[in-house]
């Protein structure tokens, strides 16, 4: 079991109520959102969670996705996902 | 006797061989559909790039103020100033770019090692037990014109054996699917063209 960064497809035209559904699907994964698009959602979840991601009826495709260094906005992409992981981590006090 | 050679030639290793390969060759197959439709939703994708930010830092320079907001000056009657910074910002006009075009990617998979096990256990037993008994007996008896005598003998044999054979068979099949960089005919190439210069092309595939 990995968390590994997918690219979750909508089904259909975009809403925003269906992103808002998906998203909290995620999340009921113990998935994270990294960035909405109007086609899409790119997250990290488990990779033993695509099956339960891709049963959502919003849901058209679930894909792997890799941050290649090579594109136009790679590192923006990446610090745009970081900042967004970061505000979706709960830090626990130490006990 | 058991034949070990006659039971591991009817484990039938082509069919399974076959099938374990069929399976794999639908399942790339699928995964390789799966990919290509994900090329197609990120280069679907598109969202408003800002190119850069440009900020440029400005002197602005300022009186500083005492008490009651009245001008500080100095020994010599000059109103003492501070530098001050202004921060003008100018935002390059964005475009559309795609996810492909941004950097994301689609993770292709490859099954990369295959392994076919089959574990076999052939026992025979056998055993064999024999008892033998034999035995004689003598009577004579004699009197003044008669004597008689008897002799009786016996043989037990009895023979037992017993044979077992059993064979236990169990099979494994494993597969690897790893991440492999996307193959070059199903990813589109870039051409960036240099309007400045236009003799500047550069072609550029993920």
Known sequence: MAMQMYMVAFNGDYSQDISRDIQHHLRKCNGFTLMVMKTGIIAAFDDGMVPVIQSHPGVKLVGGVTLSPQGYAADRLQRIFAENLAKQLEVKAAE | MPNVGAELASVPFGKMIYDMASAIARSQVALDKASI???????????????????????????????????????????????????????????????????????????????????????????????????????????????????????????????SYSVTGSSSMSTTLAPVPPPKNMMPRFFLVNAIDPTKVTVSQS
Request: include cysteine; glycine fraction near 8%; charge should be negative.
């Open chain 2, 37 to 163: 439709q994900l090329v197609k939703v990120l280069a679907n994708t598109t969202f408003d790039y800002v190119p850069d930010v440009v900020e440029t830092l400005l002197p602005n320079p300022r009186q500083v103020k005492g008490a009651g907001g009245a001008p500080i000056m100095d020994s010599g009657g000059n109103p003492v100033m501070v530098t001050g910074v202004l921060v003008q910002t100018d935002v390059g006009d964005s475009f559309p770019l795609t996810l492909l075009q941004a950097g994301v990617n689609p993770t292709f998979y490859a099954f990369t090692n295959s392994t076919i096990e089959v574990k076999m256990s052939i026992t025979s037993t056998q055993e064999s037990s024999n008892t033998f008994s034999a035995g004689v007996s003598v009577t004579a008896s004699a009197d003044f014109l008669f004597c008689s005598g008897s002799v009786s003998s016996h043989v037990n044999f009895s023979s037992a054996n017993k044979f």
